[in-house]
Structures are given as C-alpha cells and as structure tokens.
C-alpha cells in the first residue's frame, strides 16, 4: 500500500486503518491484493484502472444488463489482525468478441490460464467476459506489527 521510499506512520497493534480514498492508494491497493507481482486469481484481475474478470451467462448477467453500478471486495487476509480490504465501484460493462477490449481481456486472462476460451479450458462454462471502471474506491487495514 505504501509507494516506494515513502512510508505512512504504523497503526497500534490490531488497529484497523482506513486506506485514503486517494486513486493510486486504492488502486495499489487492487493491484497489490489481485495481482502483486503476477496475477493470482484466474477470475479477476487488474490492468489500467479495469478490473478484469470472466464470468458464465444467468440471471446476474441478466441483472446486470439493466444494473451497471456494481461493487467490487478484493481481501487479503495474512491473519486474523493482518489484512487489507478494498471495495472498488464502478460501471460492470460486458465484452463482445469483436470488441478490442475483449481480446485485451482475453490476453489477460491467458496469461493466467492459458486455455481460456479455447479447447483446454479448465472452466467452459466461463464465456462471458467483462470489465469494472474503477469510479469509487476505499479501503481499510489492520496489522499486528508494533508500530514504527
């Protein structure tokens, strides 16, 4: 959460701290928590103030179609007074093959799961995909570090 060569003051042991509604807090915050060095999750993932994601066709793709507003937790949880939260909201707009934000989401997702979409897809059913502008964000962590 904290840029290099910059560091905040620690908070008291167990004490939750709320991570400022700056963009590039938050947004670290996102990237560190679902992508850190390399992606971690096969289902969402962060790029360029997008959340990314792959999702399979039903009634919340339904909801969604006449519901853009969503909202997005990515949790990371070392321990029970050691984590970060952060809730991204923000305009849910699904993807059609012929657009370019598709293949870019479909690069994406590759990088993590290499068949995606194709014939050694680990998870069909996924077909939809999709992206979350990032309009709102905040966030909120504890830690059981002594300060300083």
Request: with cysteine.
């Amino acid at each position: 959460m904290q840029e290099s060569g910059s560091r905040r003051p620690s908070p008291a042991v167990g004490e939750v701290r709320t991570i400022p509604p700056a963009p590039t807090d938050c947004r670290q915050a996102v990237t560190a928590v679902l992508c850190g060095e390399v992606i971690h999750s096969p289902f969402s993932l962060y790029s360029n103030g997008w959340i990314y994601g792959r999702t399979s066709p039903g009634e919340k793709m339904e909801i969604l179609s006449h519901h853009k507003w969503v909202a997005f937790e990515v949790d990371e949880v070392e321990g029970p007074y050691d984590w970060r939260s952060v809730v991204v909201r923000g305009g849910l707009y699904v993807l059609e093959p012929d657009e370019d934000a598709w293949s870019e989401a479909l690069e994406l997702i590759r990088a993590v799961v290499p068949g995606a979409l194709g014939a050694s897809d680990p998870t069909p059913f996924r077909t939809v995909l999709f992206r979350i502008a990032i309009q709102e964000s905040t966030g909120r962590e504890a830690t059981s570090a002594p300060p300083g």
